[in-house]
C-alpha cells in the first residue's frame, strides 16, 4: 500500500503560496509519505509548474496531479509539460488527467463539453504516444489529427493505465 497527501492550493496571500507549498511538500517527504497530489484549480496556480518548482525540495516522493483538466489545452502542449515536469523530477511525476466540469470548462472557459468521455478517449490516444517518445506523435481520431514530430522522450517510464470504456462513450 502507499500512502499519499494532498497539498495547495491554500487561500491567503499570493506571494507566501509558494514558501508553503515547498514547505508542505517537504514535511510529507520526511513525514514518510510515498506521494503528494497538487489539484488544478481553475483559480489557482498551475499544477505542473508547481510540481516542478516542489521537485527542488526533493529526492524520492512521487508528485501528481489531481487532475490536470484536459479541455484548457492542446494534448501536445501537454505532453511537452508533463515530459518536461517529469524530467525536473527525474522520473516521479504522476499525471492525472480528466474532463473536468462543465461548470468549469463551458461556464469559466467557454468551451465546448459535448462528450466528455468520448473527447477524453481520444485525448487519450495522443498521450498515449508518450510512450514511443521520442519520435513523431502520430494520432488520428475523431477529435485530433497530430503529426508532431518530438524529440525528447521521458526520463524514466511514464504512463501505464487501462482505460476502461463502456458503449456510450
Not at 34 to 59: E, G, H, K, N
Not at 67 to 94: D, K
Not at 110 to 128: C, H, I, S
Amino acid at each position: 500500500m502507499r500512502i499519499g497527501v494532498m497539498v495547495g492550493p491554500e487561500q491567503g496571500d499570493t506571494a507566501r503560496k509558494v514558501d508553503r507549498m515547498l514547505k508542505d511538500v517537504e514535511w510529507a517527504e520526511a513525514a514518510g509519505f510515498d506521494t503528494v497530489w497538487v489539484p488544478q484549480i481553475p483559480t489557482d496556480f498551475d499544477a505542473l509548474t508547481a510540481i516542478a518548482l516542489m521537485s527542488t525540495r526533493t529526492t524520492r516522493i512521487e508528485i501528481g496531479t489531481a487532475v490536470v483538466p484536459l479541455q484548457a489545452q492542446h494534448p501536445v502542449h501537454l505532453v511537452r509539460q508533463a515530459l518536461s515536469t517529469h524530467a525536473a523530477l527525474n522520473g516521479r511525476l504522476a499525471l492525472g488527467v480528466g474532463p473536468s466540469h462543465h461548470w468549469i470548462v463551458q461556464d469559466m472557459l467557454g468551451l465546448p463539453y459535448e462528450k466528455p468521455a468520448k473527447f477524453t478517449r481520444d485525448y487519450l490516444d495522443v498521450l498515449g504516444a508518450i510512450k514511443d517518445l521520442p519520435g513523431s506523435i502520430d494520432v488520428e481520431n475523431d477529435t485530433f489529427t497530430v503529426h508532431n514530430p518530438l524529440d525528447i522522450g521521458p526520463v524514466a517510464p511514464m504512463l501505464s493505465w487501462s482505460p476502461r470504456w463502456g458503449p456510450s462513450c
